[in-house]
């Protein structure tokens, strides 16, 4: 089904990374998600009211809001398709961002409003009416929530959509939700036992903790989350395989919602190598990586010393003593500088973000101290940083 509907419903569904495309493929979830929430939540509505049951009120009600939610998420989409302008020079892909993050607070609300009234329930319960119609209906429900959250498992796995796969994960759990309805109802109907206020405030928990479940995963990118480290790494590896190119670092990619990227990357060329030639090449890389993983790239060129032997021997002996303090050091633009009665070693130092700025002073003297005791001639000129990735640890790849 979810095949079918791509194809009789998206144009060029393979070129995801299109900004077209990923809106067709948004509008597409947000369009099936209205239909099958609007349609249990009818059906809901009615048994709820005639079983007298809260818990499958509130269910109902959950599915409403789910509603709500791709009705919001599909003006999100489409609102986020708007291009580039004066104001906006990145595009504005992260309104997809804000909306499902109001998408979240609503969800957060329905659930609130459920505890009360389940809450009221167990104080004051009524009599459930059994009906295997009823079950018939809510059994249904199970399915269709299964469906929907496969529907957008496989298309946000497609694009590559947090948004999607949070639905997905919310799918799942309304399935759930559903079926420990469906139980109160058979436990009262077997052992006249009225868990039905209990379960709603289950229900109603669950609803709440799916809400804060998707405000968390939509805050991260608008807050500046790390990026992927598998992009990362992919970034890394594309650029580094071109003639030329000894080694890169300080790689740092900017979220501007998603499918809309743009990464900066320093990366090593021999200092002797002719200027214009590695221009060349970098403007190359930049357009050639940039297009294939769909991002804007931008690169720095840093030259690095490869034919003095002094340098090299200085810059691998600097590199061990990191290596002996903490493995999870990294050192890159490493120059000397010959002065008068003194050798400069000037060099980035990549620390954990576990170091404060107390611990990273202690490690600058630790670090002046230990390389001064391989020549007292030697002065470190460091500059501490950390990493705009998961990983810092790359002394190997500087060497």
């Given at each position: ?276 030639e590695t221009h060349e090449t970098i403007d190359r890389i930049e357009r050639e990586v940039g297009r294939d993983l769909g991002l804007i790239l931008v690169i720095h ?99």
């Amino acid at each position: 089904m979810t095949d079918f509907l791509v194809k009789h419903f998206i144009k060029n569904p393979g070129q995801t990374e299109e900004t077209a495309v990923r809106t067709a493929y948004g509008m597409l979830s947000g369009v099936v998600g209205v239909a099958v929430n609007a349609l249990l939540f009818v059906l809901k509505f009615i048994i709820g009211t005639a079983l007298g049951s809260v818990s499958v009120t509130a269910d109902a009600f959950n599915n409403l809001s789910d509603a709500g939610s791709s009705v919001i998420g599909l003006v999100g989409v489409k609102m986020a398709e708007k291009p580039a302008d004066a104001e906006h020079p990145f595009g504005h892909g992260r309104i997809e961002y804000i909306t499902a993050l109001i998408v979240a607070f609503l969800v957060i609300q329905v659930g609130f409003s459920f505890f009360k009234e389940s809450i009221a329930k167990i104080l004051h319960p009524e009599a459930l009416h059994f009906q295997l119609v009823s079950l018939v209906i809510l059994a249904f429900s199970i399915c269709a929530k299964l469906w929907l959250c496969m529907f957008n498992k496989k298309l946000g796995k497609r694009i590559d959509s947090q948004v999607m796969l949070a639905t997905a994960a919310d799918a799942l759990g309304d399935a759930v939700i559903t079926t420990v309805t469906i139980l109160s109802i058979l436990i009262f109907r077997f052992f006249r036992l009225n868990i039905d206020g209990f379960v709603g405030v289950a229900v109603a928990v669950l609803v709440i903790w799916a809400g804060i479940g998707i405000a968390r995963d939509t805050l991260e990118p608008l807050i500046g989350a790390a990026p992927d480290p598998s992009l990362c790494s992919e970034i890394m590896r594309r650029v580094e395989s071109y003639e030329g190119i000894l080694g890169t670092h300080d790689l740092i990619v900017h979220n501007y919602g998603p499918g809309r990227s743009m990464a900066s990357i320093h990366a090593e060329v021999p200092r002797t190598a002719d200027i214009v030639e590695t221009h060349e090449t970098i403007d190359r890389i930049e357009r050639e990586v940039g297009r294939d993983l769909g991002l804007i790239l931008v690169i720095h060129m840093d030259p690095l010393e490869t034919e003095d032997a002094q340098v090299r021997k200085v810059q691998e002996q600097v590199c061990r003593i990191l290596t002996s303090i903490d493995p999870a050091l990294s050192m890159h633009d490493f120059r000397l500088v010959n002065g008068k009665g003194r050798v400069n070693l000037i060099f980035d130092l990549v620390v954990p973000y576990s170091y404060d700025k107390k611990a990273s002073e202690a490690l600058r003297s630790r670090i002046h101290e230990e390389i001064s005791g391989l020549d007292k001639r030697y002065q470190c000129v460091i500059t501490i940083e950390k990493s705009f990735m998961t990983s810092t640890k790359r002394n190997e790849e500087n060497l």
